[in-house]
């Protein structure tokens, strides 16, 4: 595996994670072998190297009494991949997992840690469905955890990436996890959120000051992923709005517009179309993160 590109300014320490993968998962992971990037004293990111589709990142913040995970994996492998980074930090169990999102089976990579108290927004634990991790801790719009010394304040930023996104920012370092709400190298998905809410949480995370940025999507990098996220979806809303008032459907405007310099995000393609439905639906005066009707 070539050795993970850390953001400039950050600590470069590398945890190699082969020997605590298993062979099955391994074979899965193929060219995605994760690796975690050392950002402060005792705190990490968890990244997939980017090679298309949507490569996932993740926070694990040691402390001395243990270990608090930001955003649980999936599928089961790639759960099973988070948890042996945690072993290999050899920092103690995991106390507290913080759910930032729930979509697809991220519910499921809770279940990785056995034990642990899972915190999610109050909609996460009404939404979660039958086998997955509930929550035992929610929250409406904030909440500070600690981690030792460190603190870890939680904040609600839906509907975005979907209806319950939660950050996790650490004001003592400068470090913002923003899970599904801000991506990098990689196009935002709002199909299960908020076009127009996604670039109001944008907003209010740009507002934090923070010096670097774990995305959900994509590697660790700096203030410029909010720059790129609100780019992008202020495009998905220029096409919406040109292809709404000519009356073609979702998939015909995406078909006509031109992605420029977006092209270049992966999974941009099949993330077009669901983005332009739910900019339809904001169009239509629909209430922000209401579920979509599959028949549209």
Same mark, same amino acid.
């Given at each position: 595996?070539?050795?993970?590109?850390?953001?400039?300014?950050?600590?470069?320490?590398?945890?190699?994670?082969?020997?605590?993968?298993?062979?099955?998962?391994?074979?899965?992971?193929?060219?995605?072998?994760?690796?975690?990037?050392?950002?402060?004293?005792?705190?990490?990111?968890?990244?997939?190297?980017?090679?298309?589709?949507?490569?996932?990142?993740?926070?694990?913040?040691?402390?001395?009494?243990?270990?608090?995970?930001?955003?649980?994996?999936?599928?089961?492998?790639?759960?099973?991949?988070?948890?042996?980074?945690?072993?290999?930090?050899?920092?103690?169990?995991?106390?507290?997992?913080?759910?930032?999102?729930?979509?697809?089976?991220?519910?499921?990579?809770?279940?990785?840690?056995?034990?642990?108290?899972?915190?999610?927004?109050?909609?996460?634990?009404?939404?979660?469905?039958?086998?997955?991790?509930?929550?035992?801790?929610?929250?409406?719009?904030?909440?500070?955890?600690?981690?030792?010394?460190?603190?870890?304040?939680?904040?609600?930023?839906?509907?975005?990436?979907?209806?319950?996104?939660?950050?996790?920012?650490?004001?003592?370092?400068?470090?913002?996890?923003?899970?599904?709400?801000?991506?990098?190298?990689?196009? %935002?998905?709002?199909?299960?959120?908020?076009?127009? #809410?996604?670039? !109001?949480? /944008? &907003?209010? *995370? @740009?507002?934090?000051? =923070?010096?670097?940025?774990?995305?959900?999507?994509?590697?660790?990098?700096?203030?410029?992923?909010?720059?790129?996220?609100?780019?992008?979806?202020?495009?998905?809303?220029?096409?919406?709005?040109?292809?709404?008032?000519?009356?073609?459907?979702?998939?015909?405007?995406?078909?006509?517009?031109? %992605?420029?310099?977006?092209?270049?995000?992966?999974? #941009?393609?099949? !993330?077009? /179309? &669901?983005? *332009? @439905?739910?900019?339809? =639906?904001?169009?239509?005066?629909?209430?922000?993160?209401?579920?979509?009707?599959?028949?549209?």
């Amino acid at each position: 595996m070539p050795e993970p590109e850390p953001r400039r300014g950050a600590r470069s320490t590398v945890v190699p994670l082969l020997p605590r993968v298993a062979a099955s998962d391994r074979a899965e992971a193929g060219d995605r072998l994760p690796y975690l990037t050392g950002l402060a004293d005792g705190v990490f990111a968890y990244t997939e190297p980017n090679r298309g589709g949507t490569p996932y990142s993740a926070g694990v913040v040691a402390g001395p009494d243990g270990v608090t995970v930001i955003g649980a994996a999936v599928p089961e492998a790639r759960a099973r991949m988070l948890a042996g980074a945690v072993e290999a930090l050899d920092a103690g169990p995991v106390r507290t997992v913080v759910s930032t999102h729930d979509c697809g089976g991220h519910p499921f990579g809770s279940a990785a840690f056995p034990g642990a108290a899972v915190i999610a927004h109050t909609l996460a634990r009404a939404g979660r469905d039958t086998g997955a991790a509930l929550p035992s801790v929610t929250f409406d719009d904030r909440l500070t955890v600690h981690c030792g010394e460190r603190r870890i304040e939680l904040l609600y930023c839906g509907p975005a990436h979907t209806a319950h996104d939660v950050a996790a920012w650490l004001p003592g370092d400068g470090l913002l996890f923003a899970g599904g709400v801000v991506s990098h190298g990689t196009a %935002p998905s709002a199909v299960l959120g908020s076009v127009e #809410g996604m670039l !109001r949480a /944008v &907003g209010t *995370l @740009r507002g934090l000051g =923070a010096r670097t940025v774990v995305c959900g999507h994509g590697r660790v990098c700096g203030p410029e992923a909010f720059d790129e996220t609100e780019a992008y979806l202020r495009w998905i809303q220029s096409v919406a709005l040109k292809g709404w008032s000519q009356e073609l459907t979702p998939l015909q405007a995406a078909r006509a517009a031109d %992605p420029g310099d977006f092209r270049r995000l992966s999974a #941009g393609p099949e !993330r077009t /179309v &669901g983005n *332009l @439905r739910r900019a339809y =639906a904001e169009l239509d005066g629909e209430v922000l993160g209401e579920p979509l009707d599959a028949r549209r």
